[in-house]
């Protein structure tokens, strides 16, 4: 058996021949499990997470036997303190490179070094740690002098002996005393780069390198056996170029971590935490499969959309709306649960999302045990039809494992457990069968070709070594253990370059996108002393000239020639977008009388027919969760139910508050305390931590608005006669249902229309009061008098966050409704005819439509969630 070995050929082809026998290409992991094999020697393969957290056992009975210290406590222990985990991963980190080193485990000597006592300490040490790679290798070596080489006729090695680990070093010293003929590489000789057989391409995108590379590839395909690729970063980006130009895919690896199946056991333990984090909460009911049953998830995202916090209102109404479709379910293929089952369920919702929760500093080992149980529970199940739940399944069982025996285990500690255990999960495609060789490394290229091209030629961030002090590594040495000198991580990677480079007999193609997955990259290292060797003939010009080119040359002209091939390029037809449009049609049989209306809606009609036609005949709405109120507009919500509470009919002690009884003073009291009551309900988001200046701040802009409000009603001695207060008239024969925040009377007893808004400015509201246009005060007025003909109505917005009152003292509400009456109408008679027109701006100078029209809107564009549709004409024009 002839065996190349190099530290970069894992993957490396067998033998770079047609046919050969007795030859292999072996990588670090392919020799160790290639001598074990013959030795008789093997074992399982232990996980890392599990590694880590056996050393981080030995770590913490270190510190109770106070072992370890130079003086006083283990060097580890105040880290041990605050991260656990990380502490563990770090020094088990430290001690498999010290047994790749020559470590045979026993003590080290003594030093002043505190991180070597440590690891030596640690290492004494009897609690089981299950074999890395290096103890494997170790291992190997204990066994080596029973190895039977006869089988073994040569070893040759890619890398000189001296770039390599010292174990393996000494590996291949053994079996070279035993008689295997071990052969170094050829000296590297220096490269010339002072001729044309070298071009760096680059362009804009990896997108563009792929086509480019492809139609390189696609013009002489016969020539392709000639080529070497190093193909490092598998983005699937080049296969897919080269699969739309009929040439073989070169291999992906589509790694994530963000998959949403992967996302579930995170998420369940960013929802054990305490104060409820609102993302946290609606990324965990966002999720296409998880352990909160569909029906669940549908009604609770609802409550978050209208109040942005738990064990409110909307919050029981969502209970209780879970409980009735359990009860009779709608979908036949779907079980009526008892009510002690729903019960159970809705109890196991409550606990795991809203009531068990924990401060950061630690949760119990039971508790993380009973989510697990939730996770594997309630995805079970569902494994049949979906086999990719089998992995959050196994990450929750892997956790439960790791966290039994634990008391508590604090939330830095426990995401870094789940975040090694939730590795990414590859979507391999397979790298079809083509004439060209692939390497994922320049050091796994093995056989010399006349052309070799670089994907993706930029700076990546290579193996980072680790630091050992000149007193570590002398003590260390002294010991016969041998980390790797600084700088030797870099020698080995400018020798795998170079090995790359010499293999290339004719030219070199480097490829470089200036930008990769949407962020700029850096030049690889190696460009410099390619620059560098070139400038020594041509000048700094001259070289970009001759071996700088862009991707441009493929698609700017239909005919291209670089580097010994040519080709034409057939420009794809243009792509044009649909023209937007002023006017729409649509089938008349689609518009209908409306069932009902209210202010808004008549609104939305005569300001944009093209929106309301999308709301209420198209039916597009936006995702539950893309509706969750951001934080200014869940204030205005709360703000307004805390006012609607001060201010309600309700006890008898109520009513005689509103009527008469609130001082500014006492109403500002009394909102601050029901903020403090229902914030968590109403603006979860302010719970959080660090929001707390935050909250203070907005619990006293409430208090002075309502203080404001009181100060307003007791001035004009205005008596409060309802909040909230709903009211009903018929407009056309459609149904029309308004809600004002307050009614009051004045001193004549006649009705007075307050709203409220929460906003920073009142400005818009002083104008539409001016211009006519103020459709709301105008609606509730016209409801009110339909109620009481021939009542002398006012009305008025009440600006909180201004503390300013703003009455519509225009005194023409009815016929502003009567106006706007109109052209709803008009509207609704316009779609009946299948005529659907898009909103524009009435301020526009050049707007001309509908001048004489008594009542105008505005489109209502910047709220808009149709905007995108909308905008294509803008889009088209880029
Ligand atoms: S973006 Fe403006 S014009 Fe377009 S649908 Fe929305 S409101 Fe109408």
């Not at 656990?84 to 991963?89: D, E, Q, R």
């Not at 005819?833 to 564009?861: M, Q, R, Y």
Request: some cysteine; glycine content about 6%.
């Amino acid at each position: 058996m002839k065996i190349t070995f190099g530290l970069n050929q894992n993957n490396a082809d067998w033998s770079e021949k047609q046919a050969a026998s007795g030859e292999i290409h072996l990588g670090p992991e392919g020799m160790l499990s290639f001598l074990q094999t013959k030795l008789g020697l093997g074992g399982t393969d232990c996980s890392a997470v599990v590694r880590i957290d056996q050393y981080r056992k030995r770590l913490a009975a270190v510190i109770s036997a106070g072992a370890g210290a130079a003086s006083g406590d283990p060097w580890f222990q105040k880290s041990f303190e605050l991260d656990p985990w990380s502490t563990a991963k770090q020094l088990l980190s430290w001690r498999d490179e010290l047994i790749l080193a020559g470590w045979n485990r026993a003590a080290l000597p003594a030093t002043n070094s505190k991180r070597l006592a440590a690891l030596s300490a640690i290492e004494s040490r009897t609690e089981p740690l299950a074999q890395g790679f290096a103890d494997k290798l170790h291992e190997l070596m204990d066994e080596l002098e029973y190895l039977d080489t006869s089988c073994i006729q040569s070893i040759q090695l890619a890398e000189p002996l001296e770039l390599l680990p010292h174990l393996w070093q000494l590996l291949f010293n053994k079996l070279g005393e035993s008689g295997v003929s071990i052969k170094e590489p050829p000296p590297q000789g220096s490269i010339d780069f002072s001729d044309d057989s070298l071009i760096l391409l680059e362009s804009d995108t990896e997108w563009e390198a792929a086509e480019a590379l492809a139609m390189w590839l696609a013009a002489d395909k016969d020539a392709n056996k000639n080529v070497n690729m190093i193909v490092s970063d598998a983005s699937g980006v080049l296969g897919t170029a080269l699969h739309r130009l009929g040439l073989p895919r070169t291999g992906s690896r589509e790694s994530s971590k963000w998959r949403a199946h992967l996302q579930i056991l995170p998420l369940v333990f960013a929802n054990a935490w305490q104060p409820i984090e609102l993302g946290a909460l609606v990324a965990l009911l966002t999720l296409p499969i998880s352990p909160v049953p569909s029906d669940v998830r549908y009604w609770l995202l609802r409550a978050l959309k209208d109040e942005a916090g738990v064990k409110g209102k909307e919050w029981d109404h969502a209970l209780e709306e879970i409980k009735k479709q359990y009860a009779e379910p709608k979908d036949p293929k779907y079980k009526a649960k008892t009510e002690k089952e729903v019960d159970e369920i809705l109890k196991k919702i409550d606990e795991m999302l809203v009531s068990d929760r924990y401060p950061s500093g630690g949760i119990p080992e039971g508790a993380i045990i009973e989510r697990c149980n939730w996770i594997i529970k309630s995805l079970t199940p569902q494994c049949k039809d979906n086999d990719f739940l089998n992995k959050p399944i196994g990450h929750a069982m892997a956790l439960k494992q790791l966290v039994t025996g634990r008391k508590t285990i604090g939330r830095i500690e426990l995401e870094r457990m789940i975040d090694l255990l939730v590795t990414e999960e590859s979507l391999d495609i397979k790298a079809e069968a083509s004439p060209w060789n692939i390497s994922t490394h320049p050091g796994g290229v093995t056989a010399s070709r006349p052309v070799l091209i670089w994907w993706n030629f930029i700076n990546q961030p290579g193996p980072a070594a680790s630091y050992w002090n000149p007193a570590e590594l002398e003590a260390l040495n002294k010991a016969g253990i041998y980390p790797d000198e600084n700088g030797m991580a870099q020698k080995r990677e400018v020798f795998a370059w170079k090995n790359a480079f010499l293999k290339a007999e004719e030219k070199v193609i480097l490829i470089r996108p200036k930008k990769l997955r949407g962020e700029d990259t850096t030049g690889h290292p190696l460009w410099d002393m390619i620059t560098s060797s070139a400038e020594k003939k041509w000048d700094e010009k001259t070289v970009k000239i001759f071996i700088q080119n862009s991707t441009d040359v493929f698609f700017t002209n239909e005919k291209w020639e670089l580097f010994g091939r040519k080709g034409t390029t057939i420009g794809a037809p243009q792509f044009v977008l649909p023209q937007g449009q002023n006017e729409y049609s649509i089938s008349k049989k689609l518009i209908t009388i409306p069932k009902s209306t209210s202010y808004s809606d008549m609104s939305t009609l005569i300001g944009c027919p093209l929106k309301w036609v999308m709301e209420k005949v198209v039916k597009i709405r936006p995702s539950d969760a893309a509706s969750i109120p951001d934080i200014n507009q869940s204030i205005g919500t709360l703000c307004h139910s805390i006012i609607q509470d001060i201010y309600a009919r309700g006890t008898t002690l109520q009513v005689a508050l509103s009527k008469r009884s609130w001082t500014p003073a006492d109403a500002q009291k009394e909102a601050e305390r029901l903020f403090d009551k229902k914030v968590e309900s109403m603006v979860i988001e302010l719970c959080a931590e660090g929001k707390k200046i935050e909250r203070a701040r907005y619990r006293q802009d409430i208090g002075r608005a309502v203080y404001g409000l009181g100060e307003l009603l007791q001035k004009e001695d205005f008596t409060v006669e309802e909040a909230e207060a709903k009211f009903s008239g018929t407009l056309c024969e459609v149904p029309f249902n308004g809600f004002v925040d307050l009614l009051l009377r004045d001193k004549k007893n006649n009705p007075l229309v307050i709203d409220l808004k929460w906003t920073r400015s009142g400005k818009y509201k002083r104008q539409e009061i001016k211009d006519g246009l103020d459709l709301q005060l105008a609606s509730y007025a016209w409801l009110i008098e339909e109620k009481e003909p021939g009542a002398e109505i006012n009305a008025g917005y009440f600006i909180m966050p201004e503390n300013s009152w703003l009455p519509d003292n225009q005194k023409n509400l009815r016929q502003v409704f009567q106006n706007a009456a109109k052209a709803w109408q008009g509207e609704l008679n316009i779609l009946a005819e299948g005529l659907v027109a898009k909103g524009h701006d009435i301020n526009d100078e050049n707007d001309d439509e509908s001048s004489t029209a008594p009542f105008k809107l505005s489109a209502p564009c910047g709220f808009c969630q149709y905007k995108g549709l909308c905008e294509i004409d803008e889009r088209n024009a880029q």
